[in-house]
């Protein structure tokens, strides 16, 4: 997708390069709020995976907005093997994640603005909390930013969202409401799965491509 305006590129590369520290947790590097709330994420598109079809047998994953490539991790922590590439806006976040994880398949893009794969390139597509800091403009962005993760997966695209029944709600973060997002999904699949169940400020949709 592009931002339209550099300043909004600008602003997300802004708000994750001055939280890059060697010896600042991943997590909180990526401003979750903690390991925990991450893994339960990571665990909805495991769950996915594990029902999604890989006539290949080892399923490819594009992980947009990858960060410091946690999901790629925790999908070695659970024996799950994937073939993996991460993909993300910010120079220095690719620099420290190929810093602390050498050797992983890792590309610096802009993959809503066109980017460098080709459609139906990957089983499954994901995005974890690419939406959720405060751009003014995050509803359009993330109708855009899913109608192109569908565009780049063969069986399945999957992302988060905060959710806008949290109670507690921070500035600088953008709040989705599930229906309305899910029924704009609705125009780019087959089939689209609701994920409300696993955190209270945070949901998960999930596109069966056409």
Same mark, same amino acid.
């Given at each position: 997708?592009? +931002?339209?305006?550099?300043?909004?590129?600008?602003? /997300?590369? #802004?708000?994750?390069?001055? %939280? /890059?520290?060697?010896?600042? #947790?991943?997590? &909180?590097? +990526?401003?979750?709020?903690? %390991?925990?709330?991450? $893994? #339960?994420?990571? %665990?909805? $598109?495991?769950?996915? $995976?594990?029902?999604?079809?890989? *006539?290949?047998?080892? *399923?490819?994953?594009? &992980?947009?907005?990858?960060? +410091?490539?946690? $999901?790629?991790? @925790? @999908?070695?922590?659970? %024996? @799950? *093997?994937v073939d993996y590439t991460g993909v993300d806006l910010t120079p220095g976040i690719l620099t420290e994640a190929r810093r602390r994880h050498p050797g992983r398949r890792l590309v610096q893009a802009d993959v809503f603005d066109g980017g460098p794969f080709r459609g139906g390139q990957f089983d499954v597509t994901y995005c974890s909390g690419v939406f959720n800091l405060q751009l003014g403009n995050n509803d359009e962005f993330a109708r855009r930013g899913l109608a192109a993760l569908t565009r780049y997966a063969r069986h399945r695209a999957v992302a988060n969202f905060l959710h806008i029944r949290t109670r507690e709600k921070y500035e600088h973060c953008h709040y989705f409401d599930p229906s309305i997002l899910a029924a704009y999904a609705e125009t780019l699949g087959r089939q689209v799965d609701l994920v409300e169940d696993y955190l209270a400020n945070d949901f998960t949709i999930v596109i069966h491509p056409r």
């Open positions: 997708m592009e +931002l339209r305006l550099p300043s909004k590129k600008n602003q /997300i590369t #802004a708000h994750y390069e001055r %939280r /890059i520290d060697p010896n600042r #947790a991943s997590y &909180d590097v +990526l401003d979750w709020g903690t %390991r925990e709330s991450q $893994l #339960a994420r990571f %665990r909805v $598109l495991l769950d996915v $995976l594990m029902r999604s079809p890989s *006539p290949g047998g080892v *399923p490819t994953v594009l &992980d947009v907005g990858c960060g +410091l490539t946690d $999901l790629c991790s @925790f @999908f070695e922590q659970c %024996r @799950f *093997p």
